[in-house]
């Protein structure tokens, strides 16, 4: 089970912001890879990937956002939130079946 | 580049079946796990199955046990959810893809 926190975020455009996403059990496998992902979904959309393995990035993102923790606190930050930035932030655990998300949590601008 | 397409969502009635195609390219398709997840108007996502890359193990979640099957053909790089006795709860947007990509959803409302 994966908790997020805060469930929604109002954050003035230029403002850092923060996420995070704690499990219930440990998300490191044996083989070194820790299987944290984080999502970005805008209305009518796929979700879009943002990290794989707690902090690398997927192609495309920002240097703005950044994942980070490990084992099963993790957190994602935004160090200057962006209009381009608002949307349902998820975060995924794919190590135990059924791989499961996070609530989500909705940024928005101020 | 990478593309994912679901197709074949539509407007049952409880208790019905439908099938969802997933056709794939960009990548070499037998390689991967395919997964369909699913998001109910409003909410957050759910993952539903996911089938390994040669297509001998498949998995489900608890709530479409028994009722969905998840396959594919490597040859036409698709991959297929067919599901039966479908109920109100399954009305969703259904995505196929894999952790790291996620084609655009289909559509199944299902009417009581």
């Known amino acids: 089970m994966l908790a997020q926190n805060p469930l929604s975020l109002s954050v003035t455009p230029g403002q850092p912001a923060s996420i995070s996403c704690k499990s219930n059990?440990?998300?490191?496998?044996?083989?070194?890879?820790?299987?944290l992902y984080w999502y970005l979904q805008k209305p009518g959309q796929p979700p879009r990937p943002l990290f794989y393995?707690?902090?690398s990035r997927y192609s495309g993102v920002p240097d703005r956002l950044r994942g980070s923790g490990s084992g099963t606190d993790f957190t994602l930050r935004i160090s200057r939130v962006e209009a381009e930035d608002v949307g349902v932030y998820y975060c995924m655990q794919g190590i135990f079946l059924p791989w499961t998300f996070g609530q989500g949590t909705k940024v928005e601008i101020e | 580049e990478v593309q994912l397409l679901a197709s074949g969502g539509g407007l049952p009635q409880a208790g019905e079946s439908l099938r969802l195609s997933c056709t794939a390219s960009g990548f070499t398709f037998r390689d991967y796990t395919m997964t369909w997840i699913r998001q109910a108007p409003g909410k957050g996502l759910e993952w539903v199955s996911a089938i390994s890359g040669d297509g001998d193990k498949t998995y489900y979640a608890d709530s479409v046990k028994g009722r969905f099957t998840i396959s594919r053909d490597n040859s036409k790089n698709k991959v297929y959810l067919q599901m039966h006795s479908l109920r109100a709860e399954d009305t969703a947007t259904y995505f196929c893809?894999?952790?790291?990509?996620w084609g655009p959803g289909s559509l199944v409302a299902v009417s009581s």
């Open positions: 059990r440990s998300l490191l496998h044996s083989d070194g890879q820790t299987y």
């Open positions: 393995d707690v902090s």
């Open positions: 893809g894999a952790p790291s990509n």
